[in-house]
Structures are given as C-alpha cells and as structure tokens.
C-alpha cells in the first residue's frame, strides 16, 4: 500500500473515531430525560419513598368553592401492606388510602372528594401526602376542570352519578 493511501487510511480512522468520541459524549452531557421517574400527565408524582409512590395526583373540580374530585393512584411495591393519608388544600380534612402489599389503589375510580375547594381550576392547592415510613411531604397539587378531554366524560359521569370508564384512547 502507498504511503499516502496509509496516511489518509489511518486520518479517516482517526477522524471516524473522533467524531463517535463526540457523539457519545452527548449522552454524558445530557442524561436521558425518560430515564427517570416523573409525572408525564396533569398531576404530579410523589415518591414517599422506594416502594410507595402516588402518582398522577391532580383535582379535578367545576369552580372555586366547589367539592374537588381526587384523581390518581397510589402503588406500594412493597411486600408489606400501607396506608397513605392525603390531605388536599388548607384546612382538609385527611383523607386515609389504604394499600395492600404489591397493588395499587385507582383514587379516581374511589369517588374521593375534597369538599369546598377553595381554588379556581389552573390553580394549585397546598396538601400534605404522608405514610408512616415517610413522614408528612407538602406538596402543590394542580387544579383542573373539564375543559381538557377526557375530564368533561369524568365530571359528566360524577353528577350523573355513573361509574366512569376511559375509553382506548384516554
């Protein structure tokens, strides 16, 4: 081989390894997002601790003043039963979720309200999410109303006084 094809050989080399040391260390720079836990909907996510976590956690309500619909979950990996207490906006009263080992409880499907939330829908509440294991955690919970699909189904079907079922698409 010539000596100017082996020196353009090894440059190309050396140039393609240079830019895959680039390229690689954009991920070192930038960590992925989506690697890590968070709350990709309308609530938030509050990780009490390893295995109890409440997620999605939002209220979905007509106007201020009026009762405030509980949705969410909570999920407890654990191997043991828990209960978490939510207390939604100032003055609530605290509302106890019991878990068993390795499930979750659907707080939008448990009928949970607040009663006379006093927020207007975009706002957020001041509420404490507590369990045994953790501790009480405040915590700023959004305010939302039926403006965005598919909560006008879930409000429609809470005064109707029907079960509410998304549908595929939700």
Do not use: F, K
Not at 13 to 42: F, Q, R
Not at 85 to 104: H, K, M, N
């Amino acid at each position: 081989m010539p000596r100017t094809a082996r020196t353009r050989l090894v440059a190309l080399g050396v140039g393609a390894a240079a830019v895959t040391a680039l390229a690689g260390g954009c991920a070192v720079m930038n960590p992925i997002t989506t690697a890590h836990p968070y709350a990709p909907s309308d609530g938030i996510r509050v990780p009490l601790n390893q295995a109890l976590v409440v997620e999605n956690l939002m209220v979905l309500t007509d106007g201020d003043g009026t009762s405030g619909h509980i949705l969410g979950a909570v999920v407890n990996r654990s191997n043991e039963p828990a209960e978490v207490s939510l207390t939604i906006g100032e003055g609530g009263s605290p509302i106890p979720v019991r878990i068993d080992a390795q499930d979750e409880v659907n707080l939008t499907n448990a009928g949970i309200t607040a009663e006379s939330l006093e927020a207007e829908p975009g706002a957020v509440v001041p509420s404490v999410v507590s369990s045994e294991s953790s501790g009480d955690m405040t915590v700023q919970v959004p305010v939302l109303d039926g403006t965005i699909p598919p909560y006008d189904d879930y409000l429609e079907a809470v005064e109707n006084g029907e079960e509410w079922t998304p549908t595929a698409a939700e």
